[in-house]
């Protein structure tokens, strides 16, 4: 042809008339306005971005070992302002132990859910996409991983592998990895035999485009929805193996500041209140921010009011 | 007049089931033939065969001939670099066949991306032009919209623009209509035989619709069964259909001006799955003027007229009466 595309079509325009006329929506940034434009979202994002921020400062505002002890045990909240958070049983700043705390639960809980998420819907997409005996095989995986009950699965890796921080967030992954992988298989098969993935095979496209670039995003909500879960469950999970004694004895965490706080919970109950409060609130952050992010993700999703 | 695509003996088959026998078929390049035929008749087959898209369990044979090129040889990686390039297709459904998650921009500068390197700004500026050209109006704004937000006429031109983006020369289009109420469905018809003019495109159209081929083909081939029983432009072959499924088919396309309520719109007693093992001709069991020949021997081709052309034992029949009467 002889004639640009764009030069040939302007005298043409009243040959076929004009297309419908709807309105186009000119929005780039979509997503990120409607995620901005969400209260649950602003109030996950911020107190997330505290307890980072606590978490990353651990070491400069409470320099040296938080299982030090520094003052008087059983010390309430405001009683001495040298501890803001009163002291434990041991006389231990229950301040300083929070926020070296949140390392150790963020940590664990993000990697060990980050390890699971990428397990998980690489063998989901697989099996999805390619179905029959790659299909029958890994589910037939999966399904031994979902008879055995998560934690005592979890109690008997870190059992088996010694209690360090490295043996707790692989456990983590092993056990989060098979709801997000049976998530994804079901999305990439309710999706693979859409007219648009067949469009997409009709004009060239690889494997490895269809699977990441047509089929994945429309995968993506349930798949994000579903790790956000799985992450306050993890944080939660940590929280109990340290609560039960089977957490990294070296490091203090949210749940082993529970577990040590247990035998005052009469008189002194701010002692399990206090990271009791902490994992709450950070498990509901990480929930917000998963939803607030499936409606931003969603093209069709209208804020109401 | 070069022939863009030839079949020659293109078979498809199924378990148990031939969808597709034999078909003989060329399209022209700058031209459009259509493949009409009830539902099962083997149309759609026959263009899945085509863009290799049919289930895995379905066997073709034949040869597919392409612009001079055996195609139906090529193994998967090589036949993979002429779609979109060398052939695409446009589907049924606007509805459905854009990623409904993607921008229509992201959606055309991916079917740019496939064959050709651009860079992000470029690949947006002919994602723009290539929606001008399927006479989008704003189109820049419709750049970043998502399909839900257009309307089904709507979503047909943008799949028209991403089948056309890389200039195949030729392009299927299976029922592209169907989906779309009348006036869009001559704007959408128009558009296809603008672009293809321009492009020099071959179109193959696939339909029912009677209609739509006598106003937009240049050529029409008549299927039913997995075969192909009558083929010519589609003036002569409205003007004397040859082949009682021809005639029956067009006796139940409704036309303006009747009204169904006093009569019946005519229909073709029977279903498509009595050819299923039928010897000689596969429209025999539901033919109004059926000979005891039609049940053993498949009908010859006979050309009765310059490039009409059809396969009926009636035909030899009147042959033969006439030359009886003259003695």
């Not at chain 1, 707790?168 to 309710?190: D, M, Q, Y």
Request: hydrophobic fraction near 50%; charged fraction near 20%; include cysteine.
């Amino acid at each position: 042809m002889a004639r640009s595309l764009a030069a040939s079509s302007g005298p043409l325009d009243t040959a076929s008339g004009q297309a419908a006329n709807a309105m186009p929506p000119a929005d780039r940034w979509r997503s990120l306005r409607l995620f901005a434009a969400n209260p649950s979202a602003w109030f996950g994002m911020i107190f997330l971005l505290a307890v980072f921020a606590g978490a990353a400062l651990a070491p400069v505002i409470y320099p040296g070992d938080p299982l030090s002890m520094v003052g008087r045990p059983l010390l309430w909240p405001g009683e001495n302002p040298a501890f803001p958070l009163g002291t434990d049983g041991l006389g231990r700043d229950v301040a300083a132990e929070l926020l070296h705390g949140a390392r150790q639960s963020l940590f664990v809980g993000i990697i060990g859910t980050a390890l699971g998420a990428v397990v998980g819907v690489v063998v989901g997409a697989a099996a999805g996409t390619f179905g029959g005996w790659v299909d029958t095989i890994l589910v037939r995986i999966l399904e031994v991983f979902q008879t055995l009950p998560n934690f005592v699965l979890l109690v008997v890796l870190v059992a088996i592998a010694g209690p360090q921080l490295w043996s707790i967030t692989l456990a983590l992954g092993i056990v989060t990895w098979p709801p997000l992988a049976r998530i994804t298989r079901a999305e990439f098969r309710a999706q693979r035999n859409k007219e648009f993935v067949l469009a997409a095979v009709g004009l060239g496209y690889g494997k490895t485009r269809i699977i990441f670039r047509e089929i994945l995003p429309n995968a993506l909500p349930a798949i994000v929805v579903t790790a956000s879960i799985m992450l306050a469950m993890a944080i939660l999970m940590e929280s109990a193996l340290s609560f039960m004694g089977l957490g990294d004895p070296n490091t203090v965490s949210w749940g082993s500041m529970i577990g040590d706080g247990r035998q005052f919970l009469r008189t002194n109950w701010n002692l399990t209140a206090i990271p009791g409060v902490a994992i709450a609130l950070t498990v509901l952050a990480f929930n917000l921010i998963g939803d607030a992010l499936n409606d931003a993700l969603n093209p069709r999703y209208v804020r109401r009011g | 007049m070069v022939d863009l695509l030839t079949l020659k003996d293109l078979t498809v088959r199924f378990p148990g089931l031939t969808a597709v026998s034999g078909l003989n078929l060329t399209v022209e390049r700058g031209r459009t033939t259509a493949l009409v035929g009830e539902s099962g008749s083997g149309k759609s087959m026959t263009a899945l065969s085509l863009m290799r898209l049919l289930p895995r369990s379905a066997r073709v044979s034949g040869d597919i001939r392409l612009d001079g090129r055996i195609i139906s040889s090529l193994d998967d990686r090589a036949f993979r670099r002429l779609l979109g390039r060398e052939l695409a297709m446009i589907f049924q459904e606007p509805m459905t066949s854009l990623n409904p998650v993607m921008t229509i921009g992201r959606q055309i500068e991916e079917a740019l991306n496939v064959h050709e390197r651009l860079s992000r700004r470029a690949a947006r500026a002919r994602a723009e032009e290539l929606l001008q050209l399927v006479h989008i109006p704003d189109a820049r704004a419709w750049l970043d919209g998502y399909p839900h937000t257009m309307s089904g006429g709507m979503r047909q031109r943008v799949m028209i623009a991403i089948a056309v983006a890389c200039r195949p020369k030729l392009l299927i289009a299976d029922e592209p209509t169907t989906a779309l109420d009348v006036t869009i469905q001559a704007q959408i018809l128009a558009l296809l035989r603008e672009l293809r003019e321009e492009l020099d495109m071959g179109l193959l159209l696939v339909t029912h619709d009677l209609d739509v081929v006598g106003q937009w083909a240049d050529h029409v081939v008549v299927m039913y069964a997995g075969h192909k029983l009558e083929e010519g432009p589609p003036a002569a072959l409205f003007e004397r259909p040859l082949h009682p499924y021809t005639r029956g088919l067009m006796a139940s396309s409704p036309t303006a001006g009747t009204s169904y309520r006093q009569a019946r719109l005519p229909e073709i007693p029977g279903g498509i799955a009595s050819a299923l093992g039928q010897a000689g001709c596969p429209f025999a069991p539901r033919c109004p003027d059926v000979l005891p020949v039609c049940r053993t021997a498949v009908p010859p081709w006979r050309t009765p007229a310059l490039g009409h052309h059809v396969s009926c034992h009636l035909l030899n029949e009147e042959e033969r009466r006439d030359a009886v009467a003259l003695g």
